[in-house]
């Protein structure tokens, strides 16, 4: 029997094991959605904690609640260990490590290297690779399969290999891992046919892409163009604040309209892991090939200058009240990057906070979801949202709007609210 049709028998009776590489916030819901799927997953970080604790059956993922990941691993569908020579394990390695940015917004694919030396120590006839982390196109081709052919096996034929972005939005209870479409794109027809098969029992939709380089644009494009949109909306803000008119009045308003137009919001600016870095992948890729991505870096510019946008208009709340930034008493309500979740990566917020502090306020925030946060800069605890924390403040940027957030209790204090996300509309 050849390697592919072993592949195909095995997608077919679920009896592939898969290896997924990479155990947060993209992995962890990956495989309970393969454990769900029949499989029996074998999770791998580097991170010995980690690993215990999902042994364990405690989820670090808002989105993985320790019940679910107990259910599976109390009988062994569901896995974890730090040893990468256990790769060899696995039918199907699915690679969900993070791609970030280095300081000088070039992309960072080490830990994808890292996991692509792995597989090159113990990659074996009859296994599938899927890189899932979102990188710039041709990551793929370019940089995993030449790992992977060192080892004298041929691609399509001895080993299987594709692209499929991941599509994480957390928080979101109507789309998670398994009904949000599953773009995939293999480098041989033969790749993308196994892994599809393979796929097939885990997703509600596979849509299948003619290469791995179609596949990483798609998620390029998708997050692309958030980014420009909230630019544009993050632009009207402005042009609205500057002609005195309501930027929230004109957005639902236009948002009637039943046909050629899409509502997005402004806000303190992007956060989050993929919003504010994925269209820096495309752009650096671009810039090797001697062209500007003007859209894309325009809507950055626009999109990193929100929080400075922000913070003049508390300077301007506190002017019209007598009073001066330094010394002043600010309380910034909600440091999430997005509402209901405790993830702060990118997140604007702390932008907001770090230019109020280096102005001289004194800053204090309430967040339901993030207890701390520590970094080289900031070092804050949540303190409690209540009518003396509110009452004595000299003002309140409310920064992201989580669902749980006592409304009522900032409207005591209206006057002195900047909201920067439309959560107490009509209210100035």
């Known amino acids: ?32 959605e393969l454990a769900r799927g029949g499989y029996r997953v074998l999770g791998f970080d580097i991170n010995p904690d980690l690993v215990e604790a999902v042994n364990g059956g405690t989820s670090h993922v808002g989105d993985v609640t320790s019940e679910v990941l107990t259910e599976f691993t109390s009988d062994g569908r569901i896995s974890a260990t730090s040893d990468m020579t256990r790769l060899a394990e696995a039918d199907v390695v699915s ?27 113990t990659v074996r006839p009859g296994q599938a690779v899927v890189l899932e982390s979102t990188s710039y196109p041709g990551t793929t081709r370019e940089l995993l399969l030449p790992r992977l052919l060192e080892t004298g096996l041929e691609v399509g034929k001895d080993f299987f290999l594709a692209f499929s972005p991941e599509r994480i939005d957390p928080g979101n209870t109507q789309w998670g891992t398994r009904n949000t479409p599953k773009v995939l794109g293999g480098v041989t027809d033969a790749c993308r046919d196994v892994i599809l098969a393979l796929y097939e029992p885990v997703f509600d939709q596979l849509v ?60 303190p600016g992007l956060g989050g892991h993929c919003i504010p870095v994925d269209p820096h992948y495309l752009a650096w890729k671009m810039r090797s090939l001697n062209y500007k991505t003007r859209f894309i870096d325009v809507a950055g510019e626009v999109n990193s200058e929100m929080p400075a946008f922000w913070v003049r208009k508390v300077v301007e709340k506190l002017n019209d009240r007598s009073k001066a930034v330094r010394g002043s008493s600010i309380l910034v309500v909600g440091v999430a990057y997005k509402k209901d979740v405790d993830d702060v990566r990118e997140s604007p917020a702390l932008d907001i906070i770090r230019l109020l502090l280096h102005q001289g306020a004194g800053v204090r925030y309430h967040d339901p979801f993030v207890a701390q946060i520590r970094d080289d800069s900031v070092s804050l605890d949540s303190v409690p949202l209540t009518e003396d924390e509110v009452r004595s403040a000299d003002c309140i940027v409310l920064a992201t709007d989580h669902t749980s957030l006592d409304y009522d209790l900032l409207k005591t204090e209206l006057r002195n609210v900047v909201d920067t996300r439309n959560a107490l509309r009509g209210g100035e």
């Open 1 to 32: 029997m050849t390697t592919k049709h072993d592949l195909l028998a095995k997608a077919d009776n679920r009896s592939a094991i898969f290896g997924v590489v990479g155990l947060g916030y993209v992995g962890l819901p990956l495989a309970i």
């Open 95 to 121: 690679i969900c490590v993070p791609t970030p940015l280095s300081k000088t917004r070039d992309p960072d694919v080490s830990f994808v290297m890292a996991a692509a030396d792995s597989l090159a120590k």
């Open 208 to 267: 299948p892409v003619s290469s791995p380089e179609v596949a990483e644009l798609v998620k390029l494009l998708e997050n692309t163009f958030r980014t420009v949109n909230i630019g544009l909306a993050n632009e009207m803000a402005i042009v609205c604040d500057k002609l005195g008119v309501n930027v929230w009045e004109v957005i639902d308003a236009a948002a009637t309209k039943p046909f050629g137009f899409m509502k997005f919001t402004p806000g």
